[in-house]
């Protein structure tokens, strides 16, 4: 395995989606799949030492995903756990945040975001997917956009293009776009100039 890859250790228990993210994940460049459990068991068994990020499925046939996290947190500090979850309740974000999950990702999520998540999570040491039910949990701002979603309106102020913003955020132009067309619709203009304008006056950006 070549120096500098992110290594990733996936946990979930159907066979197709793991072998299909699998896929996906060694496809990359600077990524590399260096374990694989579809249980609680086999996480624990098969845990290595120098996982950089785990994909964690929360529901595992032979116990809790959120539980698993938190044991192994005691023996690897540093790994970063990114939850593949269906759930977006208030209450389930919150217990899975104090069991040291650091990201969110929703399992119809793509796997552009899937890696962008990666990458964020490893920077910033948090991931929130926008569409996931955090505005009560984290003290999103008023308009309803998540600190990713922030951080395209500082970038674009800052005079960035669209394909440094998309480069620098680890996301495609495209899905750049549908993040501009949501931030649009949450604070309720038409034009990503008129969101700019807009979050200047409620304080979001300078």
Known sequence: MQMGKIKIMLVEDHNIVREGLKRLIEMEEGMAVV????????????LPD???VILLDIKLPDGD???LCQEIRQKASRVKF??????DDALFIKKALEHGVHGFIPKYASFDEIKSAIHIT???????YPGLNMQALMGLSGTGLSEFEI?????????????????????????????IKGIC??????????????????GLIQ
Do not use: W
């Open 151 to 179: 951080q395209i309106l500082r970038m674009i102020a800052d005079g960035e293009n669209q394909k440094n913003v998309a480069a620098a955020l680890f996301i495609s132009i495209s899905t750049l776009r549908r993040r």
């Open 185 to 202: 619709t949450k604070m309720g203009v038409d034009t990503i100039e008129e969101a700019l304008a807009s979050a200047v006056k409620k």
């Open 50 to 52: 120098d996982a950089d």
């Open 82 to 87: 990114i939850a593949l979850t269906t759930y």
């Open 122 to 128: 490893l920077r910033d040491g948090r991931y929130l």
């Open 65 to 67: 995903g959120l539980e």
């Open 35 to 46: 374990a694989e459990a579809g249980t609680c068991a086999q996480a624990r068994a098969n």
